[in-house]
């Protein structure tokens, strides 16, 4: 469980910014999106949340924060010494330009909260730590900072807590490298939750990335799949009696419209290769016979939610925690009410996944389907840095029209248009 993710000086984020997933002890409506840690003193954590913002806000770069934050600590440790980090400070002034990017997430796992987060330039890891609080009062099981006075690391690595070859593994540490990443290649027992809690919790969705339906497609491979994805497309009322998955290799398909030269190479490169179509079986109006749909003749809503089908379920059935940018994009505003519906419902949700999306759909505003503490903001402030804040922040009653009053910008974080001006 997510309880928090803070970004410094990463793309458009300048000062430490803070995404919180607890929950407002003030607020007393729909207690279903949010769920109790079992942890004492901890408040219950959010379902879900929502970030609106003007488009060149940021929205998109806190997704992408998180996803080099998960990309690093699962991959760093595969690289070779003096590999560039794939790292982009804030650029539009010189002191942040020089100074490192800064990650943190604070999560809960098996009942015990973990604070980990480092420092990193293009060059090298400046500062790592891992604070854990088994009983409520924390530990810190080490902590790494490069001094650029000696150009030497100094490493602090507890004995108690951090039991087996835990010198071997910060030896075997290269500069460009994670502690954390290196210790679980070397099999480090006492770090493996907190590995295993990105590598098996933690889901990132590249910002724009298009959602494959492959996934959706494998799962419909054997009845018992097909039958869960049919049930998931018609729950939003997609009035599809049957899913029918048909195998060719590329040498079958039609390639006739395309030139000779084109098509003998496609051939050669792709030969054999096996292609999955994807056919939707719904009746006729007049007759009731059942016909098959190719693919392309259903509609992108309809394409889009299919393809989430497999990564939604699996969300849920793990009581993963996924980031993801935009996920109304080509969703009637009714199936994003649903997909959201499914986080929060009880029964759908009984592993405490968790959702953070970006959204332009203002009517998801309605304080019906969300908490008042679900909703964030992402606006550029005047040095053109971009600020994160919760719309909690303002002075808002339950009931009001929350919609009418971002659009009116009451809340900030919408685009300011200027006139037209002839050239």
Same mark, same amino acid.
């Given at each position: ?244 998955? &048909?195998?060719?290799?590329?040498? /079958?398909?039609?390639? #006739?419209?395309?030139? +000779?030269?084109? %098509?003998?190479? =496609? ?119 971009? &600020?994160?804040?919760?719309?909690? /922040?303002?002075?808002? #009653?339950?009931?009001? +029209?929350?919609? %009418?009053?971002? =659009? ?16």
């Amino acid at each position: 469980m997510l309880i928090e993710f803070s970004v410094t000086n990463y793309l458009s984020f300048c000062e430490r910014q803070t995404l919180s997933m607890a929950a407002s002890s003030n607020y007393r409506e729909l207690p279903e999106n949010a769920f109790a840690t079992g942890v004492a003193r901890m408040p219950k954590l959010l379902k879900s949340t929502v970030i609106y913002g003007a488009n060149a806000s940021g929205k998109s770069n806190l997704i992408r924060a998180a996803l080099f934050m998960w990309d690093f600590v699962l991959n760093s440790a595969k690289g070779q010494e003096g590999d560039i980090i794939d790292v982009y400070p804030f650029l539009l002034n010189n002191k942040n330009a020089q100074a490192p990017s800064t990650f943190e997430m604070i999560f809960l796992e098996d009942g015990i909260r973990y604070q980990y987060g480092f420092s990193v330039t293009r060059e090298r890891v400046m500062h790592e730590w891992l604070i854990v609080y088994p009983s409520g009062r924390p530990q810190r099981w080490f902590e790494r900072y490069y001094d650029s006075e000696t150009g030497k690391e100094v490493w602090t690595l507890h004995k108690k807590f951090l039991p087996g070859n835990r010198e071997v593994w910060r030896d075997a540490t290269r500069k460009n490298a994670l502690y954390l990443s290196t210790a679980i290649q070397l099999n480090s027992a006492p770090l493996r939750p907190v590995f295993d809690w990105f590598d098996k919790r933690l889901r990132v969705f590249r910002p724009h990335m298009e959602i494959s339906k492959e996934f959706s497609a494998s799962l419909c491979k054997d009845a018992d799949g097909r039958l869960r994805v049919l049930k998931f497309l018609n729950q939003a009322d997609m009035d599809i009696e049957g899913i029918r998955l &048909e195998t060719k290799t590329v040498g /079958d398909l039609g390639m #006739e419209d395309l030139p +000779p030269e084109v %098509r003998i190479a =496609l051939q050669k490169e792709m030969s054999g290769t096996v292609v999955t179509e994807i056919r939707f079986e719904r009746s006729t109006g007049d007759t009731g016979k059942p016909i098959l749909l190719p693919w392309d003749a259903e509609s992108r809503g309809t394409q889009k939610l299919f393809a989430l089908a497999w990564p939604w379920m699996n969300i849920l059935s793990q009581g993963r925690i996924l980031f993801m940018d935009e996920m109304d994009t080509s969703l009637h505003h009714h199936l994003v009410k649903f997909l959201f519906g499914l986080m929060h419902d009880a029964t759908s949700n009984q592993y405490r996944a968790q959702l953070i999306s970006t959204t332009h759909d203002t009517a998801l505003l309605d304080q019906s389907i969300f908490r008042r503490d679900q909703f964030w903001m992402v606006e550029k402030s005047g040095d053109r840095c971009s &600020e994160l804040y919760p719309i909690s /922040d303002f002075d808002i #009653e339950q009931g009001e +029209p929350l919609q %009418r009053r971002y =659009l009116e910008g009451h809340f900030g974080a919408i685009p300011i248009l200027k006139r037209f001006k002839d050239l």
